[in-house]
């Protein structure tokens, strides 16, 4: 009797211990998952976030290039602005320039002209009526920026003068200009004829 009741007191030790290491067993596996779950979880928020990451720093590079291309694209739009007002400019400033080439004969055949000696009244007369118009002509060029280019006793500067022949004058320097064989003209700044000329050896 004894020994059934040691039996039974072991057996029920036993079941108790296999209950307890059962339990254990379930407690460890539930926290080994709840563990893994949790890990999963975290790795779910990582990727997502670096997902969300990488999608910002994707943005903020076309972000970045938009706004290098809009600059790019106002300062060419700007820099073509300027350079049309530019040659508006210069069209202005040199609208004349096309009439005043067809003029420039015109004004050399006055200048011939009127180096023409007058023997008779009348052919005075006539001389100064045609340099009042000459001088008339002169001026409203003049108004409109033609200006004649000096040339005698002037030093040779192959921009504005086109030497034609050479001679010697020992009481003047070397590349001084002797004499001016055509008259020259700018308009502004701009050469329109080169005075042809004679230069000093």
Do not use: C, W
């Not at 990582?46 to 600059?71: F, G, M, P, V, W």
Request: hydrophobic share 35%; net charge negative.
């Amino acid at each position: 009797m004894e020994n059934k009741e040691e039996v039974s007191v072991m057996d029920q030790e036993t079941t108790e211990e296999t209950v307890v290491a059962a339990d254990t067993e379930i407690k460890e596996e539930t926290v080994v998952t709840a563990d893994t779950e949790t890990t999963e979880e975290k790795v779910e928020e990582l990727s997502a976030e670096e997902t969300l990451q990488n999608e910002i720093e994707q943005l903020k590079k076309q972000l970045e290039e938009a706004d290098n291309k809009y600059l790019r694209l106002h300062a060419d739009t700007e820099n073509f602005k300027q350079r049309m007002r530019n040659e508006q400019a210069t069209l202005q400033k040199y609208k004349a320039q096309s009439v005043m080439t067809n003029v420039l004969p015109v004004l050399d055949n006055f200048e011939r002209a009127l180096q023409v000696d007058a023997k008779t009244e009348e052919a005075r007369s006539m001389m100064e009526g045609m340099d009042m118009i000459y001088r008339s002509l002169v001026e409203a060029l003049k108004s409109e920026g033609l200006e004649p280019i000096e040339a005698v006793d002037q030093p040779f500067d192959p921009n504005v003068h086109q030497a034609v022949m050479t001679d010697h004058d020992g009481e003047k320097d070397s590349g001084i200009v002797l004499d001016e064989l055509q008259k020259g003209y700018k308009l502004k700044d701009r050469v329109l004829r080169p005075t042809m000329v004679k230069v000093n050896e």
